[in-house]
């Protein structure tokens, strides 16, 4: 059986430390940053819900990624999440789409992003 659209197996997959690294500067220097894949319906969802409060993102679309499967794996190993979406702001691990969705609704994401200084209308 297959893995799905947004739950791939990168357990295998080996990456470089310089791999790992440009994945770990891209989440550290962009105030937002949204790991998706094209199909998945999650990833729409987030892209949506940041959009909709005017939060500017940088979006990566890993199934347009010449090594978006090494990305993925990245991720893992420092985030322990596989799925998509995968969101990062200020440096920080936010989660999947459930995650961030439960965060807009009290109010905290709000939060997270003035405690960043990233403009949205939340």
């Known amino acids: 059986m297959g893995q799905g659209l947004c739950k791939p197996d990168v357990s295998a997959v080996e990456v470089t430390s310089n791999e790992r690294q440009d ?35 940088t979006v990566i679309d890993l199934n347009k990624e010449a090594d978006g499967h090494k990305t ?30 439960k965060l807009a609704k009290p109010g905290l994401l709000k939060e997270i992003l003035n405690q960043h200084n990233i403009p949205n209308s939340f």
């Not at 790991?35 to 409060?53: D, E, G, I």
């Not at 991720?75 to 961030?100: M, R, S, W, Y």
């Open 23 to 57: 994945v770990e500067k891209l989440i550290k220097t962009e105030p937002v940053v949204v790991f998706v894949k094209t199909f998945c319906p999650h990833c729409l969802s987030t892209k949506q819900l940041l959009k909709s409060h005017n939060v500017e993102m």
């Open 72 to 101: 993925q794996a990245v991720l893992f190993a420092i985030a322990k999440q596989k799925t998509v979406p995968n969101t990062f702001i200020g440096g920080e691990h936010i989660g999947g789409n459930d995650d961030l969705q």
